[in-house]
């Protein structure tokens, strides 16, 4: 926290940021949502070499585009991408499995 000065008084201030817009190392990101949710894919070794997905973000909500390789992939990226703090909702009905 920085501690401001104002008309002889302390006055503390902190920077809030929503879930959605944190980063990676907890600072403002415009898309820190996506980023967060895609960095929890690669810690996963089950899916960590699929490329052929994209990650996007509206607020909180992710949305997952492209082709997974089965029906498992795609359901073990809903569960990932569910704990991530911040996500609302997960739309991937833009993603082919096969």
Do not use: W
């Not at 879930?19 to 403002?28: A, L, N, S």
């Not at 490329?51 to 990932?80: C, F, R, W």
Request: charged share 25%; with cysteine.
């Amino acid at each position: 926290m920085d501690e401001n000065i104002e008309s002889g008084k302390k006055v503390q201030s902190q920077l809030y940021i929503p879930p959605e817009k944190g980063g990676i190392h907890r600072q403002y990101d415009q898309y820190g949502l996506a980023r967060r949710v895609a960095s929890a894919f690669d810690e996963n070794l089950e899916i960590s070499n699929i490329h052929t997905l994209y990650i996007e973000q509206i607020d909180s909500t992710i949305l997952l585009k492209g082709k997974v390789p089965n029906q498992s992939a795609l359901q073990k990226m809903i569960d990932i991408a569910a704990q991530v703090r911040g996500v609302a909702v997960i739309d991937f009905s833009c993603v082919e499995v096969g």
